[in-house]
């Protein structure tokens, strides 16, 4: 079956522009994550939803960033006024119920934001 | 502050000799300990894991172990081809939440 998919695969903006980075999780997964990968740094964590319940928020860098989940399916990470240091990788990983805790995260392939 | 710690960032090994990973970790909340596999260009994907109530799981070439006391877990490959060849990532999570700690990642190159 398909796996978590991202869009768009890289992405090239300059500072201070807006960008909205898309994650299509498995179907049927109730939980979704973004984490993102600095250059050289591990998988840092941004924010976890989990069906209809309020996401997980506590790993979000800052109030640029923001991120929805609509339908319980298709998610949208945003970040606003883009700086050098948001340049990274975008992961978004998604499981069958985030809730019984040792649920396999399938990871997308990323995307790749480059802040000019 | 980084809670999961892989140090020796890269390793190399011949191809059908035993490859050893090293992971730390300082908090003691963590119940349940992942690895994961990277391709270049790809995400993550599972490799094997471990409840904090076992020391030892094993599936196939991959064994992991976990040393609660230390604090350290590791991932034995045996033996090591040449299509493991990729960044192994430590992964940690905390009890009662299902987010997940990563450390930096080994670079793991199987010399044929």
């Known amino acids: 079956g398909a796996g978590v998919s991202q869009s768009p695969s890289n992405k090239v903006t300059e500072k201070g522009k807006d960008v909205e980075l898309r994650c299509d999780p498995i179907?049927?997964?109730?939980?979704l994550y973004w984490y993102r990968q600095s250059l050289g740094q591990g998988l840092e964590f941004l924010i976890y939803?989990?069906?209809?319940?309020?996401?997980?928020k506590s790993g979000l860098p800052s109030d640029r960033f923001s991120a929805e989940r609509t339908g319980g399916s298709v998610s949208t990470l945003t970040i606003q006024r883009t700086q050098q240091e948001d340049s990274a990788v975008y992961l978004c990983?998604?499981?069958?119920?985030?809730?019984?805790?040792?649920?396999?995260?399938?990871f997308g392939p990323g995307t790749r934001l480059t802040v000019l | 502050d980084q809670q999961v710690k892989q140090n020796s960032p890269s390793l190399s090994v011949q191809e059908g000799r035993i490859s050893i990973l090293n992971c730390d970790y300082t908090?003691?909340?963590?119940?349940?300990f992942l690895w994961y596999k990277k391709y270049p260009a790809e995400g993550p994907t599972f490799l094997i894991s471990?409840?904090?109530?076992?020391d030892k799981n094993e599936d196939g070439r991959f064994t992991v172990f976990l040393n609660k006391s230390a604090k350290h877990l590791s991932l034995h490959i045996v033996p090591s081809q040449p299509g493991d060849s990729a960044v192994y990532f430590c992964?940690?999570?905390?009890?009662?939440?299902?987010?997940?700690?990563f450390g930096k990642g080994n670079q793991v190159v199987v010399i044929p």
């Open positions: 939803f989990q069906g209809n319940s309020a996401p997980d």
């Open positions: 992964a940690a999570r905390y009890y009662g939440n299902n987010r997940l700690a």
């Open positions: 179907s049927g997964h109730t939980a």
């Open positions: 908090n003691s909340m963590f119940d349940y």
């Open positions: 471990i409840s904090s109530i076992k």
């Open positions: 990983a998604s499981s069958l119920d985030g809730a019984r805790g040792t649920d396999t995260q399938y």
